[in-house]
């Protein structure tokens, strides 16, 4: 039985309100990690030629019942699904594959054309929350449209192999399977339901809800009871059509000649249900039972299916939170950084000088920062805020500097005095100070 809440009624005004189980928040502390990760991606995929893309959260449901398949668990039990006010029946986007697929058609830009593109942002799935699992989690999607492979998917590849670099996290191994046509998957997916309905009695129970609906999934299947059953299975890559042998051999000389190691894993199935041929998951063994942190394979079929001219496609996600718990673990949070200039307002009448003051030379050095004292206080309280801030120099205007037409200026780190500097020989006399002053916190 789903349990309900109550809705809340008036009378809780004022009661504090918890924030939805599996959604976190990101507090200015964490996230000067995400940004050196999104700065950094971002970087490298218009190195590739990468575009970005930005697509709606919520599509309608439809969309990824046809795309992801009714018998996954994502379409099965996780999907964000509700009624709107229209009577539409719309989902929060599980992944972004689907969306950007449905926003090529819709604009009219498959016609035999290639696209490359990358889409950032927050995913939805109703999952069990634990450490490196949420129900609001950020992937980058990245998706290369238009080409059969293995030639893009070997570059594909290198390039996330690439970032790993980048970033600096090091440790992660890639896995590598071909999952073959639909056609030879489904006589493997006949041999595989054999042998396991010959085993049935050691089945859990998802894998034999499984059986019928994604027979394949129970290989993917975290129960550690359920391992030695799935070491026996038959093996997919035993089962491939020709072709698809040819383009996965080719994928995986063309990384070894790259330098790109990688390991096949014939159990790797992956758990949506649009791929085909080239699957891979890079893995980490440091985030415990989470160990996937970028995900992806090709999707010939995909586009065709949602109603696009058919077109070859391949592309994978990341899982941000995972990757920047990686960072975080290697030591790469880079803080926030500190003003340069704490500005320190003797008295009520001089703030309006003083922000006119630093608004013209926030136009004259943009890449300064200031901070300005707000608020009032005495100049002691705003030195003791000065020091705390992390800034370099105070800049210092009383109602006697404003009278005298200067600014007094005050290093904040290390020895040197205080000095006066005219007004109308700023801002150079603010460079040289900076300059004086010495780096920042
Ligand atoms: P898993 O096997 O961990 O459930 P998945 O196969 O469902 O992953 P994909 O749908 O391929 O994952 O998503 C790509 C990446 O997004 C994963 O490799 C993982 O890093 C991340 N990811 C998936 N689900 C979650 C989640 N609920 N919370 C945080 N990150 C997630
Ligand atoms: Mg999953």
């Given at each position: 039985m789903r349990r309900h809440r109550a809705s809340r009624t008036?009378?809780?005004?004022g009661e504090q309100i918890q924030p939805v189980r599996g959604m976190n928040d990101v507090l200015p502390e964490a996230i000067g990690a995400w940004q050196y990760f999104e700065c950094r991606t971002r970087e490298l995929l218009g190195a590739y030629g990468y575009e970005e893309i930005r697509v709606p959260l919520?599509?309608?449901?439809e969309l990824f019942q046809r795309?992801?398949?009714?018998?996954?668990d994502v379409v099965g039990k996780e999907m964000y699904t509700f009624i709107d006010r229209g009577g539409d029946s719309l989902t929060l986007r599980p992944e972004a594959t689907a969306g950007i697929v449905r926003a090529l058609i819709s604009n009219g830009m498959l016609r035999g054309q290639r696209h490359k593109l990358w889409c950032l942002g927050p995913m939805f799935r109703h999952e069990a929350p634990q450490a490196g699992r949420y129900r609001q989690f950020w992937q980058v999607d990245v998706e290369a449209i238009g080409c059969p492979g293995p030639d893009v998917d070997a570059e594909l590849i290198a390039m996330s192999a690439r970032l790993w670099d980048r970033l600096g996290i090091a440790g992660l191994r890639l896995q590598l399977n071909s999952l073959g046509t639909p056609e030879s998957r489904r006589l493997y997916r006949a041999r595989l339901v054999d042998y396991l309905k010959a085993h049935e009695?050691?089945?859990d129970s998802d894998s034999r809800r499984r059986?019928?609906?994604?027979?394949?999934r129970v290989l993917d299947s975290?129960?550690?009871?359920m391992q030695e059953l799935i070491r026996g299975a038959p093996l997919l890559t035993e089962h491939l059509d020709a072709e698809s042998q040819a383009h996965f051999a080719e994928l995986c000389a063309t990384l070894r000649a790259v330098g790109v190691p990688y390991e096949i894993n014939?159990?790797?199935?992956?758990?949506?249900?649009?791929?085909?041929r080239t699957v891979f998951e890079w893995i980490t063994?440091?985030?415990?039972?989470?160990?996937?942190v970028c995900s992806g394979g090709r999707y010939d079929g995909l586009i065709a299916q949602l109603g696009g001219d058919a077109t070859p496609a391949i592309g994978f996600a990341m899982g941000v939170e995972r990757l920047v718990a990686l960072l975080v673990a290697a030591g790469r949070t880079p803080a926030a950084a500190a003003p340069d200039v704490y500005v320190v307002v003797g008295g009520p009448h001089s703030f309006t000088p003083a922000l006119q003051l630093i608004e013209r030379l926030r136009t004259e050095r943009p890449a300064v920062r200031f901070e300005l004292n707000v608020g009032g206080g005495a100049l002691k309280a705003q030195f003791r805020r000065a020091d705390r801030s992390g800034a370099r120099l105070a800049l210092i205007l009383g109602e006697d500097e404003i009278a005298r037409g200067v600014v007094a200026l005050k290093p904040l780190r290390g020895s040197g005095g205080q000095s006066e500097c005219p007004m109308a020989q700023l801002p150079a006399g603010l460079d040289a100070a900076l300059a004086a002053a010495g780096p920042g916190a």
């Amino acid at each position: 039985m789903r349990r309900h809440r109550a809705s809340r009624t008036v009378s809780d005004v004022g009661e504090q309100i918890q924030p939805v189980r599996g959604m976190n928040d990101v507090l200015p502390e964490a996230i000067g990690a995400w940004q050196y990760f999104e700065c950094r991606t971002r970087e490298l995929l218009g190195a590739y030629g990468y575009e970005e893309i930005r697509v709606p959260l919520l599509e309608h449901t439809e969309l990824f019942q046809r795309a992801i398949g009714e018998h996954t668990d994502v379409v099965g039990k996780e999907m964000y699904t509700f009624i709107d006010r229209g009577g539409d029946s719309l989902t929060l986007r599980p992944e972004a594959t689907a969306g950007i697929v449905r926003a090529l058609i819709s604009n009219g830009m498959l016609r035999g054309q290639r696209h490359k593109l990358w889409c950032l942002g927050p995913m939805f799935r109703h999952e069990a929350p634990q450490a490196g699992r949420y129900r609001q989690f950020w992937q980058v999607d990245v998706e290369a449209i238009g080409c059969p492979g293995p030639d893009v998917d070997a570059e594909l590849i290198a390039m996330s192999a690439r970032l790993w670099d980048r970033l600096g996290i090091a440790g992660l191994r890639l896995q590598l399977n071909s999952l073959g046509t639909p056609e030879s998957r489904r006589l493997y997916r006949a041999r595989l339901v054999d042998y396991l309905k010959a085993h049935e009695a050691q089945l859990d129970s998802d894998s034999r809800r499984r059986l019928t609906g994604n027979p394949l999934r129970v290989l993917d299947s975290k129960n550690p009871d359920m391992q030695e059953l799935i070491r026996g299975a038959p093996l997919l890559t035993e089962h491939l059509d020709a072709e698809s042998q040819a383009h996965f051999a080719e994928l995986c000389a063309t990384l070894r000649a790259v330098g790109v190691p990688y390991e096949i894993n014939p159990r790797l199935v992956r758990g949506l249900d649009y791929y085909n041929r080239t699957v891979f998951e890079w893995i980490t063994a440091s985030t415990g039972a989470q160990n996937a942190v970028c995900s992806g394979g090709r999707y010939d079929g995909l586009i065709a299916q949602l109603g696009g001219d058919a077109t070859p496609a391949i592309g994978f996600a990341m899982g941000v939170e995972r990757l920047v718990a990686l960072l975080v673990a290697a030591g790469r949070t880079p803080a926030a950084a500190a003003p340069d200039v704490y500005v320190v307002v003797g008295g009520p009448h001089s703030f309006t000088p003083a922000l006119q003051l630093i608004e013209r030379l926030r136009t004259e050095r943009p890449a300064v920062r200031f901070e300005l004292n707000v608020g009032g206080g005495a100049l002691k309280a705003q030195f003791r805020r000065a020091d705390r801030s992390g800034a370099r120099l105070a800049l210092i205007l009383g109602e006697d500097e404003i009278a005298r037409g200067v600014v007094a200026l005050k290093p904040l780190r290390g020895s040197g005095g205080q000095s006066e500097c005219p007004m109308a020989q700023l801002p150079a006399g603010l460079d040289a100070a900076l300059a004086a002053a010495g780096p920042g916190a």
